[in-house]
């Protein structure tokens, strides 16, 4: 069956060319990732996508540096219990704009000198026209800064701690159909002038046993036709190559995040993909290829048991406003309510960012989910900080 998407438009010169000598369809995981990240042609692979609350999208840090300031103090603790007194990585993955980056560098030497002398910030970034962005803003950062890959990193791993925030929801995904008894991967297709996405290719092995293993196989008949979701296939080899980076150390993602049961709901039958461009938001996913960000959620659970088989320690989990309120978020409301109102504007402005970063309805839905590489903790036990009781 071929559905039409209502947001197609006239299919560039580039994809109708790749389209027609792949045979006329590739699954959408391959259309996902090139239109996010060819480095001539994708949103991100060319640096089109800016973010920032007047760009294509905002995220927590494009906001200001009250994210920063707040996380700081858990990476703080995380590199403050890595044995010995030798050189430490902090490895953002995925850093946009590299707002975070540097706010994070410069909340270290701020509030942690002697830790911050002993770090070095390692930016993972595959895009060339994202990572010529980040080297822009980060000129004036006060860590030394270098830009690699997981493979580079991994012929001389370091004790340190990865982040990656709002990153694994840009890697593509594989869009998956209930049809008749089974289930098909979604392919996309040249249809006439447009894009339109199939499903015709039943499902094969690996692609099964993950949703034997999601527990979706069973449930089938309460899937109807043309019920649709995603798979995850690029979470294992990221967390893998991700693992072989440090010798001892920390993972924190944090993303827009479902436990498998929310995110495979029968009444989610379209899945949980989304395009933005310009703040709006669309389901039409093969509108303008290369011009919009596609992103879809993770599932907790395939995070997890993905995490577990490379070799990370899952710490736990929780929304981002319980962890900033663990972090000291209250404490910093009450003080800007007790500071100089000589500076209104930036105090208020201050303020709304603070209660924005934990709106519910918002940015205070994601998930943070920590994770521990075997052996990084003197003391295992301890629990993260973001982890603990909010402290009101
Ligand atoms: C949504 S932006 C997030 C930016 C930033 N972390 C923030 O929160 O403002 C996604 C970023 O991840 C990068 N990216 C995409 N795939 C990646 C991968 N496999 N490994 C590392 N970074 C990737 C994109 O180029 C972009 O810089």
Partial sequence: MK??????????????????AAGGSVPFLDYMEWVLHDPDHG?????????GPGGDFATAPSLGGEFARLLAPQLAQWLALLPGD?????VETGPGEGHLALQLAEALQAGWPALAARTE?????????????Q??????????????????????????????????????????????????????????????????????????????E???????????????????????????????????????????ALEARRYYAPQRSRGTLMAYRRQQASDALLREPGQWDLT???????????????????????????ALLALGLAGRLHALQQAQATRLAELLQRRESLLRLVDPAGLGDFRWVGFRRDGAAATPELEPSFLSQPSL
């Fill in 121 to 133: 910030l390692v930016l993972v970034e595959p895009n060339a026209g994202m990572a010529e962005r």
């Fill in 296 to 322: 879809a959620h993770l599932c907790l659970e395939s995070l997890e048991e993905a995490a577990r088989a490379t070799g990370w320690c899952p710490l736990g989990t929780c929304r981002q406003g319980q």
């Fill in 214 to 256: 999601l527990g979706l196989l069973p449930l089938d008949g309460r899937r109807p036709e043309g019920w649709c979701t995603e798979l995850h296939p690029g979470l294992p080899p990221w967390l893998a190559a991700c693992a072989g980076a440090i010798t001892q150390g920390w993972l924190l993602v944090i993303d827009y």
């Fill in 135 to 212: 080297r822009q803003r980060l000129q004036t950062c006060p860590l030394p800064a270098r830009w690699t890959d997981f493979e580079t990193l991994a012929s001389a791993p370091l004790h340190g701690v990865v982040l990656a925030h709002e990153v694994l929801d840009a890697l593509a995904v594989e869009r998956i159909e209930r049809k008749g008894d089974g289930w098909c991967r979604q392919r996309v297709v040249l249809q006439g002038d447009g894009l339109g996405l199939e499903a015709a290719e039943p499902l094969s092995g690996p692609q099964l046993d993950q949703l034997a």
């Fill in 86 to 90: 030798g050189p430490l990585a902090l």
């Fill in 3 to 20: 559905t039409s998407d209502p947001g197609t438009t006239p299919v560039p010169e580039w994809l109708g060319r790749r389209l027609a």
């Fill in 43 to 51: 949103a991100y692979g060319r640096g089109r996508l800016s973010i």
